[in-house]
């Protein structure tokens, strides 16, 4: 049996279980409610504070109600793809809740895919709500505007389905509770997005709000405990072989599923030496002198590729093995000493255990490695820090900028960098403790951190975190530019650097170096906040030198992120960080197209 399947076994029990709490408490019972209210108060329950959206004819009964609620706020977005983009932020930074977007039916629900699509593939947990007509239209399909005109109204829920864990159509206002219930659970526990039509006129019908007596569970399934104790036997056995040669590998699904505490716990009790992929940053306290820094296959630092390779046994935890997370797949670490911990399964060594999830896992694992804690201090950690080299002129390079921009970090920021110079630049830079590092290497759509960054800093705001910083090209902002309004009708206050290096880098080093199809238009960044509303409540930099550079970052006013910022860093076109370019060399091996066609 698969994972996937004991995964849908699992759930169906928890949902008949859930059921059967609600009948004991009496969901009959209770003030009738509006069923677009109970869905708001479900999400109440969850801690969902800001929803995002553009409103649109099918949805705007059910915004009157999002916008006479007690706690949750309307953030109104420019475009439906920015506000999945900025679900998806919110999300990420807002550990244990939900990201919330709405869209109207056909046109809004397509232009959002893309930005739920990359929540999917990244394993965040968000819900799309698409208001669409009412049911007597869905059943009698009128050719109605936002429609292909051909009848085929599903069409858009077919299209969903491709790219979200569990949907739910609301035709009947006796089962909408329930359902409502099932979405949200699997949202919440599978870790991914989930889409929920929400038609005109059962909106507001009228149901008993009895079943909210009852929480929605977040937690995952049982492990079968016969299958769970034979793979902590075999587990320990390993470690025990392996004696002081082991190493722990954290990833991004350690962050989404959860287990950040439980990963915290097993490493302060056994001092096993810790490294992270480039999707799992910020998964370990990168100042904790067990933190080895970040492996990437063979693009990482000499002494970390060492380290890791040469273990006889590695644990890894939530990891996701994509080309940008794995440099190219050239991980030099077989199967065969190596143990994954994943939300649904475990593998020990070639064995694959269905159903067997690390969040219950790992205080057992815990428990039973304490006693291994002495020998695994032996080992020699590398160390990771940040060395800013010594650069003779005035240059604001790659190589120069981002060890520099690291001493500006404080604890408790949330960092997020975009797709290709940023985040690949980052990577090599510890963060301080507390530290929220935002990005999106798996999916990788050009201007996702705009959007992302307003969700983010709206979640960091309400759980009281540091600042927000956003590393963006100037192409990438292009995408995505007018959320910078948002951010400013809301309040919150990102300093944003724009990486001015006139096009798309990243492209530059996979194909087509010096071709024109990677230039775009140079924008004025620094009247870009003026221009979208910001005037007298923002400021605007431009830094061509090191020493400009420097005389910003020291600048205590600058840091103390009293009002949004903008910053526009001037840096070489064909300048990029040393991962990027090993990692560019890499797949333009993979995806080569004709001989020479990269050196054009």
């Known amino acids: 049996m698969t994972s996937a399947n004991v995964a849908e076994l699992q759930a169906e029990v928890n949902r008949l279980r859930h059921e059967l709490e609600t009948v004991k408490v009496g969901q009959d019972t209770g003030d009738q409610i509006y069923v677009g209210s109970y869905l708001l108060e479900r999400l109440a329950q969850l801690g969902v504070t800001s929803m995002f959206g553009v409103p649109g004819d099918f949805n705007l009964g059910f915004l009157d109600l999002v916008e006479d609620h007690k706690t949750i706020e309307w953030i109104g977005n420019c475009n439906e793809l920015n506000a999945a983009y900025a679900a998806d932020g919110y999300a990420r930074v807002k550990d244990q809740s939900i990201g919330v977007v709405l869209t109207t039916f056909g046109v809004g629900e397509l232009s959002a895919i893309n930005g739920i699509a990359g929540a999917f593939s990244e394993h965040v947990p968000v819900l799309h709500i698409a208001g669409v007509p009412n049911t007597a239209q869905l059943k009698n399909k009128p050719m109605l505007h936002h429609t292909l005109g051909d009848g085929r109204?599903?069409?858009?829920?077919?299209?969903?389905?491709?790219?979200?864990?569990?949907?739910?159509?609301?035709?009947?206002?006796?089962?909408?509770a329930a359902e409502i219930d099932r979405v949200l659970t699997d949202c919440i526990v599978l870790g991914r997005p989930v889409y929920l039509t929400l038609p005109t006129d059962i909106c507001y019908e009228k149901i008993p709000s009895g079943r909210l007596r009852v929480p929605l569970s977040k937690e995952p399934p049982e492990n079968d405990p016969d299958v769970e104790n034979f793979v902590l036997d075999e587990i320990v056995r390993l470690l025990k072989d392996a004696g002081q040669d082991a190493i722990i590998l954290t990833d991004a699904c350690a962050i989404r599923h959860h287990v950040k505490e439980e990963l915290k716990e097993l490493l302060v009790k056994t001092h096993y030496p810790v490294f992270s992929a480039p999707m799992g940053k910020t998964t370990v306290n990168e100042s904790y002198d067990r933190y080895g820094g970040i492996y990437v296959g063979s693009i990482s630092h000499p002494d970390v590729k060492e380290k890791v390779e040469s273990a006889k046994l590695v644990l890894s935890i939530g990891s996701l093995k994509s080309d940008f997370n794995t440099g190219n797949f050239t991980y030099s670490v077989p199967q065969s000493k190596t143990i994954e911990l994943h939300s649904d399964h475990t593998m020990v060594l070639h064995a694959?255990?269905?159903?067997?999830?690390?969040?219950?896992?790992?205080?057992?694992?815990?428990?039973?490695?304490?006693?291994?804690?002495?020998?695994?201090?032996?080992q020699t950690v590398p160390l990771f820090k940040r060395v800013v080299p010594k650069e003779e002129d005035n240059i604001i390079s790659q190589a120069w900028w981002w060890p520099r921009v690291g001493g500006f970090f404080k604890p408790k920021d949330i960092v997020v960098a975009e797709t290709g110079t940023s985040s690949f630049g980052i990577l090599d830079v510890p963060l301080p403790e507390g530290a929220v590092f935002v990005s999106q290497i798996l999916w990788g759509s050009i201007g996702w951190t705009v959007g992302s960054t307003l969700g983010a800093a709206l979640a960091g705001r309400e759980l009281g975190l540091?600042?927000?910083?956003?590393?963006?090209?100037?192409?990438?902002?292009?995408?995505?530019?007018?959320?910078?309004?948002?951010?400013?009708?809301?309040?919150?206050?990102?300093?944003?650097?724009?990486?001015?290096?006139s096009g798309y880098t990243i492209e530059r080093y996979l194909h087509g170096k010096y071709r024109k199809y990677n230039d775009i238009q140079n924008w004025k960044w620094t009247s870009l906040l003026d221009v979208l509303g910001g005037e007298g409540i923002s400021l605007s930099y431009t830094v061509k030198t090191k020493e400009e550079a420097e005389k910003l970052?020291?600048?205590?006013?600058?840091?103390?992120?009293?009002?949004?910022?903008?910053?526009?860093?001037?840096?070489?076109?064909?300048?990029?960080?040393?991962?990027?370019?090993?990692?560019?060399?890499?797949?333009?091996?993979?995806?080569?197209?004709?001989?020479?066609?990269?050196?054009?």
Do not use: C, W
Not at 153 to 176: C, G, H, I, P, V
Not at 356 to 370: C, F, H, N, S, V
Not at 471 to 495: A, H, N, Y
């Open 553 to 600: 970052l020291d600048d205590p006013e600058f840091a103390s992120a009293k009002k949004i910022q903008l910053v526009e860093v001037i840096m070489p076109q064909h300048d990029a960080p040393r991962g990027l370019k090993a990692q560019a060399e890499l797949s333009g091996k993979t995806n080569q197209y004709v001989a020479d066609a990269t050196s054009i």
């Open 153 to 176: 109204f599903d069409a858009y829920t077919k299209a969903a389905e491709l790219f979200t864990a569990s949907q739910a159509t609301l035709m009947n206002k006796s089962t909408a």
């Open 466 to 501: 540091g600042r927000t910083i956003l590393f963006v090209g100037d192409g990438s902002l292009q995408l995505t530019v007018q959320e910078l309004s948002t951010m400013i009708r809301t309040g919150v206050k990102p300093i944003i650097f724009v990486l001015n290096n």
């Open 352 to 378: 694959r255990f269905p159903g067997i999830g690390m969040k219950r896992l790992l205080p057992k694992l815990t428990a039973r490695l304490q006693p291994f804690k002495e020998e695994a201090k032996q």
